[in-house]
């Protein structure tokens, strides 16, 4: 069953660039913006974090933390961050246990093709740590301005 709102935030540990571990539940005491994004260096996702990284300060003035989750591991992470100039934390979720918590690990099709990947999609937690709100199937373009709002609207 995926999070739904008013749900705590999973007891899930993922992995950080420098590999070391992180529980999602450490974030709570803040609101927490919550992304996943299919693969690090892919023109939307590159976008994505580039945006995320631009507001990042935004994003903390507001007294909030973000974090990007995909199964790219630690090394593919320090790269893409290195290459893009990137400041927002990213995460990699290798065994898909946060994703499947999320129901982001969905059937996609491509050319008719089917295959299992990441749906892209943001969760904002409040302070409280319980799901606010969440934006499944997510469209790049504005996609950071409209949770910068449902953030600063807390």
């Known amino acids: ?19 070391s571990k992180a ?3 450490g974030y709570a005491g803040k609101p927490f913006v919550l992304y996943f994004y299919p693969k690090d260096d892919t023109s939307g ?29 630690p090394a593919k992470h320090q790269k893409f961050i290195a290459k893009h100039d990137l400041t927002v934390p990213l995460a990699t979720d290798a065994e898909g ?13 491509m050319y008719g093709r089917k295959y299992m990947g990441v749906e892209r999609s943001t969760f904002l937690f409040g302070a409280d740590g319980k799901l606010i709100r969440s934006w499944r199937k997510v469209r790049v373009p504005g996609h950071v301005e409209t949770v910068l709002e449902a953030v600063k609207a807390l």
Do not use: H, Y
């Open 23 to 25: 529980n999602l539940t």
């Open 97 to 109: 246990a946060v994703m499947e918590a999320f129901g982001v690990w969905v059937e996609k099709s």
């Open 45 to 73: 996702c590159t976008r994505e974090a580039q945006e995320f990284s631009a507001a990042l300060d935004q994003f903390t003035k507001a007294g909030a933390q973000v974090l990007g989750i995909s199964k790219d591991s």
């Open 1 to 19: 069953m995926a999070i739904a709102e008013g749900d705590a935030i999973p007891d899930i540990e993922v992995e950080l660039p420098d590999g």
